[in-house]
């Protein structure tokens, strides 16, 4: 999959100045065989990423952990790396990012976002339609302070 920077823009444009790709390739455990063959290392992450997942439906994130670095030594996966950084791995691994939940994140940042936009054209409209903020409290359920703040912008 590729990514362009130009996909992002607001107003696209035919003749961009200046244009960022990026090429994006899936690591997890059995994908993409030929970049996990000539990557060792990449290929031990993927690994350990994947005996972390499957740990973790019957372990603590913690023990997860902890059984995927004795499964990667034992079986010689990064054994020298695993051996010598055990403490910093797991530490990383116990705080790593987690891109699903950054994801939520982001969807509840914009679902909020569109909940507050809705709320500010609502209070906006009823206010300009000469109702008193009593009554769009009443009606609507939002606090009189919030529809005093939005009163002051109009």
Do not use: W
């Amino acid at each position: 999959m590729t990514y362009k920077l130009t996909d992002m823009y607001e107003n696209p444009s035919n003749d961009p100045a200046l244009e960022l790709k990026v090429k994006v390739f899936n690591i997890n455990y059995g994908k993409n065989a030929s970049l996990m063959r000539s990557c060792q290392t990449l290929n031990g992450y993927s690994i350990y990423v994947a005996k972390i997942r499957e740990y973790s439906r019957k372990l603590s994130r913690k023990a997860a952990v902890e059984h995927a670095i004795d499964y990667c030594i034992e079986n010689d996966i990064l054994k020298d790396f695993f051996l010598k950084e055990r403490r910093a791995i797991t530490m990383f691994s116990l705080y790593e990012y987690d891109y699903e939940g950054h994801m939520n994140l982001i969807r509840e940042e914009g679902c909020e976002e569109g909940k507050n936009s809705e709320k500010e054209k609502v209070i906006t409209n009823m206010l300009k339609n000469n109702c008193f903020p009593e009554t769009i409290s009443k009606l609507t359920g939002y606090s009189l302070n919030e529809i005093q703040i939005i009163q002051k912008h109009i």
